[in-house]
């Protein structure tokens, strides 16, 4: 671990200059402009659609453990988790590139990694809930609370830190992930246009697999560049999902 990261912080701040961060690629040069853009596009809309359906479904697996539909979406999200990212990359395509027409887009991209993130999601706010102590629950019925009102005034106050530990996880997967987006969104060296779908978006990982293996000095530059970034990235993100979890203890 310690020899990937020396070589990716080595040879990845060598590359960094000001044109990676205020030029659009321009065949095998240029900056990340556009692949920065659209990796933080990306990013916010799979939190946006991944976000309120994993909490949801993680607040209703642990208030209703006991029920049938809970102990589905529990088994469900357990085989989601086990399901490679590019055959979810490949549903995307056959479904949402295909099928709906929206070609290699934004909205494809997003709702095939909001898929992905869901269970992460899901199980982390399940978890959450459940290191809740009893008599923190009990305390609000005795007050008078109904069942709501303790769920999310009270459970979900103290297991808020666990809970934007999986939305924290969701999104350094969402930023990391490549074999999805080559299926869904394509590959553009433009700046996005704001379109939802027929347009496809670049992104940083993109640049890491198509453009380290170019014969070209400048290219290998940009995906050196692009790799540090997207470590960098996940590593703030997950050291910050850390010091969640150490505040929470």
Known sequence: MLWILGMVLVRG?????????????????????????????????????????????????????????????????????????????????????????????????????????????????????REVPSELREAGYALGAGPARVTFSLSMRYALPGVVTGVLLALAISVGETAPLLYTAGWSSYLWNGHLVRSPIGYLTYVIWAFINEPFASANALAYAAALLTTAFVLVVSLASRLLLLRRK
């Open 13 to 129: 701040v060598g590359a960094l200059t000001p044109a990676v961060f205020t030029q659009v690629t321009q065949g095998t040069g240029g900056g990340l402009l556009n692949a920065i853009e659209g990796t933080v596009a990306i990013a916010v809309g799979t939190l946006i659609l991944a976000v309120p359906f994993g909490i949801a479904a993680g607040i209703y697996v642990s208030e209703y453990r006991w029920t049938h539909w809970a102990r589905v979406i529990r088994f469900l999200s357990d085989v989601l988790v086990g399901v490679p990212s590019i055959v979810l990359g490949y549903f995307g395509y056959i479904t949402m590139v295909e099928w709906l027409g929206w070609h290699f887009s934004i909205a494809a991209a997003s709702i095939t990694l909001a898929v992905l993130c869901l269970p992460y999601i899901c199980r982390t706010t399940e978890m959450a809930l």
